[in-house]
């Protein structure tokens, strides 16, 4: 198929950072031209919020009035403040505009007194013809600060018309739970690569039973761009983000979800850097070095383990539409973080997680870009646990140290990171297709263990080329849907109790993080 004059060319487009893409979209596009998919950027020809640049704040005219008591909210997502035992973001959607948006939020069911405003963000996407009609999407977020630590808080979504406080409207409530100031044990769970699908939506049943204080999404959230490399078959659907959301709702209405952002995440109309969509559709903590310009660049500390959420889309050789957009500015506020959480004693573990691999054998590999921008900082801060996505597959290395092992983690083992090195997990079998391992590698998880055995694969390089490399570190790989679960203690012996669970529930992995053992 040829591309048409208003598109951009393959050749110019992978040549493009985002940045690049977006200017020229918005510069040779009118927004009455009919759009294509040929010429995508690195996460689809995606196309354009109302405004220049970020989502606005206020709904967009609508077309037609319609009274709000027939416009019933949707997807509603949770995510963290800074401090998870007082700040709390609500999330939602709604089909059409509404008026004067709000929260009621109470400790009681029958007690929703206490009300505030809400944020609206909305995004227009023109359409494409014979592919897809234009669409508007409302987003709209409350802030709540001030929340007691360990509390059980009731909350209803409404606007003018739609009380969620009336009788006919108490099936809408909804609950969630501040971290409480010192917690003895709590459990969060982790993947990434979910999209929509039936696969997707077993995984949160599973997630659901684990009871998690909250879940980590390590990117490529929905897919609603569909290649996300740049190329001439990308393209872009926003109504997927509308199926996601309502997917999810089940688990993300009580259980935070806090996400970064992978390669698929970036949606070059919206805004130079490709996250104007997601700054519309999240809210995530303010606690990174630029909210704004990185959402998925943050850190929150839960009981005695701090949290530090990346985007890695800045420093991939792999992928490069976004690479180096930050000038240095997320690594060096990386190295800063990570020293803090490691000098503040009432934290015992650090988690790291963010999309690309450090590493995996499966068939996008281990980026050379996260190996040399940040693995010297997790060996100097001593990390104790990396979750990536990427791969759709659960793989787990030993323990590294180096870029070696620096001890073997069995299934069913312990490291010490203080003397091991880090133990990198690939969580990427949320929901979207599954990938394999390289020709001859065999699975190996719990029931299933094969011979400990060499691996030839390969990383990416500055030059954008794959390096062949034959590596002894991968541990357990399974081909599956599957999720990460960890079980946090403190007290005398502070500990990581990771386990791995199939879709079915059977676990696949586990093993034992413990600092000074």
Known sequence: METPDFGIPPRLARRMSMAEQHEYLRTKLSRRRTLVTAGA???????????????????????????????????????????????????????????????????????????????????????????????????????????????????????EGFDPAAPERRKTIGTFRTAPASPERFVFTAFGDQGVSKAAEANDHVLLRQDPAFHLHAGDICYANVNGRGEKSDGYDPAFWDLFLKQNEPVTRSVPWMVTTGNHDMEAWYSPDGYGGQLARWSLPASGFDPDRAPGVYAFTYGNVGFVALDANDVSYEIPANFGYTDGKQTAWLDRRLGELRADASVDFIVVFFHHCAYSTSSHASDGGVRDEWLPLFAEHQVDLVINGHNHVYER???????????????????????????????????????????????????????REWVETFHWTKAKQSAQETVEWSRVRYRGFSLLSVEAESGARPRLKVSALAQSGERIDHFEVRRGA
């Open 41 to 159: 950027v690195a996460g689809g020809l995606l196309t354009g919020c109302s405004g220049s640049g970020s989502p606005s704040t206020t709904a967009a005219s609508p077309t037609a009035r319609v009274h709000g008591s027939v416009v019933t909210p949707f997807g509603r997502h949770l995510a963290f403040g800074a401090d998870p035992k007082t700040q709390m973001r609500i999330s939602w959607q709604v089909p059409l505009t509404v008026k004067r948006p709000y929260i009621r939020i109470g400790t009681r069911p029958e007690d929703l007194g206490r009300k505030i405003e809400a944020e609206v963000r909305d995004l227009h996407t023109p359409g494409v013809t014979g592919v897809r009609p234009a669409l508007d999407q409302y987003y709209l977020h409350a802030a709540l600060d001030g929340l007691r630590p360990g509390t059980t808080y009731y909350y209803g979504v409404g606007h």
């Open 397 to 451: 290395t030993d323990a590294i140290r180096k870029g070696e092992v620096g001890r073997p983690v069995p299934i069913g083992g312990s490291t010490d990171p203080t003397r091991d090195g880090t133990v990198y997990v690939t969580a990427g079998g949320g929901g979207k297709d599954l990938y394999g391992f390289p020709s001859g590698v065999k699975e190996s998880y719990e029931g299933h263990v094969t011979d």
